[in-house]
Structures are given as structure tokens and as C-alpha cells.
């Protein structure tokens, strides 16, 4: 049987600001990559979305991104790998004591953080090693076919091949940037027929019509996207439909 995970991005509130709707979410989704306090969420969120995805049995992922919270972790920063493996660290460990095990799934980085590594492999690398030395065992949630796959494999690290379920895509497999106004999939069945295509035909069109050469292992609705449980549930239950088994990746 074909198997996907479906993942979203959580605990990105702060103090009385509230981001997504996570607790709707949890229940369509296999994974939660959870923020640890460098581009949002605080101690009490953090704490709160690791006790709800525990409950719901998602498996518990690092969220780590820039210490940007003014922007969001979704502006560029100048960071040396160096840095880049300390950031990582540090939140990784942080969400760990949040766990009731102590002991994670995956870590997936953040916006600007995954974008860059994405495209530079020393920061890639960085990231990966930086994830390695914490836990050997946890899986990079990286960008398909990017800087950040090629950098796990030569660490020595476990991963799963990221697609995005309302992102688009350039020529080169990257995402378009949120700046452009083409960059998020607003349509549902747009989003759901994307997503099918994707894991059944490993493939999916660029925005100047190209095809671009997937190999999913994981797909990621996002949780501040307006329409985020919409998608999520009709994703969730397309995929069952198609005979497909919807668990967190290994």
C-alpha cells in the first residue's frame, strides 16, 4: 500500500495572539511541526501543543526557525552554518522537555530557514548536523529534490521528502515566494487533485506550466493558511478514498 504523511505547522501563537487553529487541524493531520520560541510561540503555547498533538497521537516534530519574531522567522537573515547548527540545537532541545517521552519524530525548519537551506548546502548542513548531534534518530523534513535532502543523506540522516499541498512551485522546485501573488493555492479541489497527482504520479506543474520530478514522502498543509482544516480534511479523506495509508513518516 502506498503511505504519506500529512503534516502542518503548530504552536505559532504568542501570549495572547493567536495563529491557526490547531486544535481543529490535529485530527486530519499525522505529524505536527511544533514552533519552539525563535519565530513564535512561548513556553505556554509550546507546552500546550505538544500536550494536544500527545493526545491526539501526532507525531511530535521541531519547528525550528530565525530568532525573527517581529517577522515571522520569514525574512532573510546573513547566518553561518555554524549558527545555523546552534539554532537548531537549541530549540530542538527546548520542545523536548515539553514531551512527556522527551524524545521527538522529525524537525522540519522554518520559513526563511528552510528556504535558504534549501538552495545553500553548507547551511543544509549545518541544519542536518546540527539535528544529528541532538538525536541521531529524528528525520529532517526537508524540501523535495533540495540542498536540505542532499545534506541529510550525507550526514548520515534520516528523511522525508516534503510537498506542499497550497504552495506553488517555480521551474527549479522551489516554492514561489509569498511576496508573489501566485504563491498560495487557494482552491480546495485545486489543492486536493495537486495532491494526488503528486503522490500517484510523482509529479507536479511549476507555475510556467513545466513538470517537475517528485518523490513525496510527506505533505504539508499550512496552519495559518485561512482554509487550513478545509484542506487538511479533504486531503486526509482523498487520499484514504484512493486506498492510500495516511501515517507519519519513517
Known sequence: MRKIDLNCDLGESFGPFTMGMDKDILPYITSANIA???HAADPMVMAATVEAAEKQQVALGAHPGLPDLM???RRNMTVTEAEAKNYVKYQIGALQSFSKTGILHHVKPHGALYNMA???YNLARGICEGIRE???RLILYGLANSQLIKAAQ???LSYAQEVFADRNYEE????VPRSHPDALILDEELAVDRVIQMVEEGRVKSVTGK???LEPDTI???GDNPKAVQFAGKIHNALKERGIDVSAAI
Do not use: E, S, Y
Not at 527549479?172 to 516554492?175: K, R
Open 36 to 38: 519552539c520560541g525563535f
Open 211 to 213: 513538470w517537475i520530478t
Open 172 to 175: 527549479d522546485g522551489t516554492l
Open 118 to 120: 534549501a538552495g545553500d
Open 154 to 156: 550525507d550526514v548520515g
Open 71 to 73: 517577522g515571522f522567522g
Open 220 to 222: 504539508c498543509v499550512h
Open 134 to 136: 541532538v538525536d541521531p
